[in-house]
């Protein structure tokens, strides 16, 4: 089952094999299980506000947030949703992970509800960790996207200094791919939009500050994601 609040994306989903539904509202109130997959964390409240169209799913429902936001966000969501079973459930490796069912699902939630959910999660996800309770798969991710992003910048000015230097950058790239520099980035090069990498390190930011963690490295890299983008 599956809805979006673009009605013109319901040919495509039909083809896909799944059934549509007319609102989240209906939705929800036909699933024990919603992956909730939007941009920001306002976005994921207001599914979940008090009389949110998500509210209308059966008591005992797992409610998965992918998207990537504020593990508090979450945390929060859990604690004032009764009925509800709210987890996070990030997702890692990109776009074409995505369509080769590839993904690797960070979960974090209680064992039971983690165990329930990760047959669903195995739909499109070839690898599923529990990272913990419920804003820890935040956690995971923003640890992850640090790591990405860095690289992915990493990978650029190396590249672009070979180049400058009359050396071949795709004879590099594989070169490098065998060496102790080899990364993930640079693995899938020209496959990566950076279209979230300024999202993404503004919420890394935000949880070093509540933290009380100074990330120089990080907030430099926020700054390169925007000049990049």
């Given at each position: 089952?599956?809805?979006?609040l ?6 495509a ?5 799944a059934?549509?539904?007319?609102d ?5 109130a ?18 979940l506000?008090?009389g949110?169209?998500l509210?209308?799913a ?15 966000t979450?945390?929060?969501?859990a ?8 987890v ?10 995505a ?5 690797l699902?960070f979960v ?9 959910l990760?047959p ?15 804003g820890?798969?935040q956690v995971?991710?923003a640890a ?27 004879a ?11 990364n993930?980035a640079?693995e899938?090069?020209?496959q ?20 009380g ?16 983008k």
């Open positions: 089952l599956a809805s979006d673009n009605p013109a994306r319901e040919a989903v039909r083809l896909r094999g059934t549509w539904q007319p989240n509202a209906a939705l929800a036909a699933c024990d299980v919603l992956l909730v997959c939007v941009g920001f964390d306002a976005e994921v409240r207001a599914l506000a008090q949110g169209p509210r209308q059966r008591p005992g429902s797992i409610v998965a947030i992918l998207s990537t936001v504020k593990p508090e979450v945390q929060e969501l604690a004032t949703t009764s009925g509800l079973h709210v996070d459930s990030t997702v890692c490796r990109g776009g074409r992970a369509d080769e069912g590839t993904l699902s974090g939630g209680p064992a039971e509800v983690v165990a329930r990760e669903v999660l195995r739909a499109y996800s070839s690898d599923v960790s529990h990272t913990g309770g419920v820890t798969a995971a991710k992850n996207n640090l790591v990405l992003w860095a690289c992915l910048i990493a990978d650029h000015e190396a590249l672009a200094l070979a180049q400058r230097y009359g050396m071949d950058p795709e590099l790239r594989q070169a490098l791919l065998t060496s102790s520099a080899a993930h640079l899938v090069w020209g990566q939009s950076m279209a979230w990498a300024e999202d993404d390190m503004d919420i890394v930011q935000a949880m070093a500050v509540k933290a963690l100074s990330l120089p490295q990080a907030g430099l890299n926020r700054e390169l994601c925007r000049a990049l």
